[in-house]
T-cell receptor, first 116, second 112 residues
Framework: DTGVSQDPRHKITKRGQNVTFRCDPI?????LYWYRQTLGQGPEFLTY????????KSRLLSDRFSAERPKGSFSTLEIQRTEQGDSAMYLC??????????????FGSGTRLTVV | EDQVTQSPEALRLQEGESSSLNCSYT??????LFWYRQDPGKGPEFLFT???AGEEKEKERLKATLTKKESFLHITAPKPEDSATYLC?????????????FGKGTKLSVKP
């Protein structure tokens, strides 16, 4: 088990460009989550999937954001027409269906997005 | 509104100087209280989950406790490698299982 993998680790993009991030969860986890973290703040929930179904989206997830999890395996998070306020660390996490099992949510190392 | 507040924001300790970090939560029923450690540029690393008041969990120099309104992370005889930001998160009933509510964290520095 290699944990939760995120790619890329860092992304610098110009304002107005589209970016896509990938997350590969722990293979036996059927739940996958996306969070966003800015400097000096705790992570904020964006959205989560159970298998391929997107079950909840935060109000933080504007129309420019879209997430998918085809076939219930890896997930992608796309941001269209990036703005400077999108600069943040984007974290992916996965969990078994019952988060009470030991380990809770396992986070990846994140993708650091900088919009210039 | 569900909220998690951590204090202090930053804590500087000498090696071996024990202390506690506080996490106060206001949620509509607590499903679970989570502690994570986060190193610079990395994702949060899971430490503990607590479910009910009175529960305690330990791991090496760390011990987490839970009451009906707050949780404490006690650090006994810390070492420089314990330096990190410690995050607390609450999972409330009534919402989805995805929506962990995090505090801003306590940045711990342990000097040799």
């Amino acid at each position: 088990d290699t944990g939760v993998s995120q790619d890329p680790r860092h992304k610098i993009t110009k304002r107005g460009q589209n970016v896509t991030f990938r997350c590969d969860p722990i293979s036996e986890h059927n739940r996958l989550y996306w969070y966003r973290q800015t400097l000096g703040q705790g992570p904020e929930f964006l959205t989560y999937f159970q298998n391929e179904a997107q079950l909840e989206k935060s109000r933080l997830l504007s129309d420019r954001f879209s997430a998918e999890r085809p076939k219930g395996s890896f997930s992608t998070l796309e941001i269209q027409r990036t703005e400077q306020g999108d600069s943040a660390m984007y974290l992916c996490a996965s969990s078994p269906e019952w988060v009470g099992r030991p380990g809770g949510y396992t986070f990846g190392s994140g993708t650091r997005l900088t919009v210039v | 509104e569900d909220q998690v507040t951590q204090s202090p924001e930053a804590l500087r300790l000498q090696e071996g100087e024990s202390s506690s970090l506080n996490c106060s939560y206001t949620v509509s029923g607590l499903r679970g209280l989570f502690w994570y450690r986060q190193d610079p540029g990395k994702g949060p690393e899971f430490l503990f989950t607590l479910y009910s008041a009175g529960e305690e969990k330990e791991k090496e120099r760390l011990k987490a406790t839970l009451t009906k309104k707050e949780s404490f992370l006690h650090i006994t005889a810390p070492k420089p490698e314990d330096s990190a930001t410690y995050l607390c998160a609450a999972l409330p009933y009534g919402g989805s299982q995805g929506n962990l509510i995090f505090g801003k964290g306590t940045k711990l520095s342990v000097k040799p």
